[in-house]
């Protein structure tokens, strides 16, 4: 059933709606409050669209199969509906990243009460999952994220996601403006879902997310339908990741597949100058293991982020 989470009258006088599907079992009386909870959350940066595609197999398979569940499901696809609706990742005319402004202020700006708005709505359920694409620049593996200071409550749950690796990050690097952050506190198992790049969809990973999804929601008794198996992931902490970053500027020509496994001193790529008929840089990874960060928009400046390589344990 769709649910209005919150409504922003706008100066054009439209309203700024964020809306939630909400899945119950069949026979689920008034009480809810002994039934597991579990959200899934996307369109927080308007350009990471692959959360939509696992939004709708998810709300389809629970609308057909609505026999099978045992828990209730939240599903917010669009929690920056004017992001997505301008294909900008930001809130628009704010210029603002969404994701850097959790737990919001119910007296703050429009914004920050949005956010203090979604908090609310999340806040009291089991699980959350935060579903992000890359950005246009890059392609990612699907990966859960997880800061070290939550490692050893997640990391058990984030395996069950059908994902090909759980990174965990350092403390230092973690935001805690993040939602994610900001649900983990108020005690909200929050997994971080990274997979695919911006602006497009890669529909098998979407897939393989919405099975894990399905997976983690059979193991903790919230469905009883079948599940397709799932992946053993790499679970690794950053001391085991490799960056390429460009040196020269010019244009990415990339010479290995996103996703492979490559040998130290490989070539990933090439930098060339498309006036001079020239190669600047020859990108090489330094290590041997996964690529599971590739470049995928081909013009790059001196630092440009081309490659992540996973080292092979």
């Known amino acids: 059933m769709l649910e209005k ?25 008034p009480d809810l409050s ?29 609308t057909e199969h609505s026999q099978h569940l045992k828990g209730i499901v939240d599903i917010y696809p ?6 997505i609706d301008s294909i900008q990742r930001g809130v628009p005319r704010f210029d603002l990243d969404m994701n850097r402004i959790f737990p919001g202020n119910l007296q703050g700006t429009v914004t920050e009460w949005a956010a203090h708005q979604i908090v609310e709505d999340l806040k009291g359920a089991d699980f959350a999952i935060d579903i992000h694409a890359s950005n246009i ?21 984030a395996k069950q996601l ?19 952050y900001s649900m983990n506190a108020l005690g909200v198992k929050t ?16 897939k393989r997310l919405v099975h894990g999804i399905l997976n983690l929601m059979k193991n903790e008794g919230m469905w009883d339908g079948e599940v397709p198996p799932v992946k053993e992931p790499i679970v690794s902490a950053d001391r085991a990741v490799s ?37 600047r840089e020859e990108c090489r990874t330094p290590i041997k293991g996964l690529l599971f960060t590739l470049r ?7 630092g440009s982020l081309i490659a992540r390589i996973l080292e092979d344990a």
């Open 5 to 29: 989470v919150l409504s922003v009258e706008m100066p054009v006088g439209e309203n700024n709606v964020i809306w939630k599907n909400r899945h119950v079992p069949r026979n689920a009386g």
């Open 296 to 302: 995928e928009y081909p013009i790059v400046n001196v």
């Open 78 to 83: 669009a929690l920056n509906p004017l992001g």
């Open 34 to 62: 002994g039934l597991k909870r579990l959200c899934v959350v996307s369109g927080i940066h308007g350009d990471e669209l692959e959360g939509q595609y696992v939004c709708y197999e998810l709300n389809r398979i629970l």
């Open 137 to 157: 620049f890059l392609r990612e593996i699907p990966q859960v994220r997880v800061n070290i200071n939550t490692a050893d409550v997640l990391v058990k749950y």
């Open 191 to 206: 997994l971080v879902v990274e997979m695919g790049v911006g602006m497009r969809l890669t529909v098998d990973f979407c």
């Open 243 to 279: 960056f390429i970053n460009a040196e020269k500027p010019g244009l990415f020509v990339p010479a290995k597949l996103h996703s492979s496994m490559v040998e130290a001193g490989d070539l990933v790529g090439q930098i060339v100058d498309p006036f001079k008929g020239e190669v």
């Open 162 to 180: 059908n994902v090909d690796f759980v990174w965990i990050h350092q403390a230092s690097t973690v935001l805690e403006s993040t939602l994610a």
